[in-house]
């Protein structure tokens, strides 16, 4: 009996090892490139990506119709600002906009203030193409504004933080 349930035990491993074929080494590759998406370590420069991104809405604004915005850089600070509270708490928000909003309202005589933000982005054109995918960011990147600001900071891990600061002039 003990020699019938070997034997049977045998053919059903024959059996299951038949149906589990090894996967071919391209389909090995693109399992792994799959599973490694988005997790690349990817150096990001923060001035050469304030500089395309900015270059980018302001392509994109022209594209449509509208007129490209004038850097502000009395802005900025509040921009980077901004960024380092997010990376400190480590999210992605808008918290504090309407002091941010006053302050450079007061310094710049701007009667209108708005912002986009951003992080995790690796290239500028990706991070374009999530504000045009959101009706808010898309909103105020083809406002009525003459001015901007971009700030891109990378925290400890690399990962980069975008404010951009959206700004009519009188």
Known sequence: MKKVYGIALVITLAVALSYCSTPSIQQEEQDYTEATLGNEKVTVDPVKMEEDLLNLVNHHRESIGL???????????YAEEHNDYMISKNTLSHDNFQS?????????????????V???YVSAEKTLEGWLNSSSH??????????????????KQ????YTQIFIKVK
Request: without cysteine; hydrophobic residues 30%.
């Open 67 to 77: 007129t490209i915005l004038d850097k502000n850089a009395p802005a900025y600070k």
């Open 100 to 116: 941010r909003a006053e302050k450079i309202a007061e310094e710049t005589n701007a009667i209108s203030v708005s912002e986009n």
């Open 138 to 155: 898309k909103e105020a990147m083809e406002g009525d504004f003459s001015h901007t600001t971009l700030s891109v900071q990378l925290d």
């Open 118 to 120: 951003a992080r995790y």
């Open 158 to 161: 690399g990962r980069p933080y």
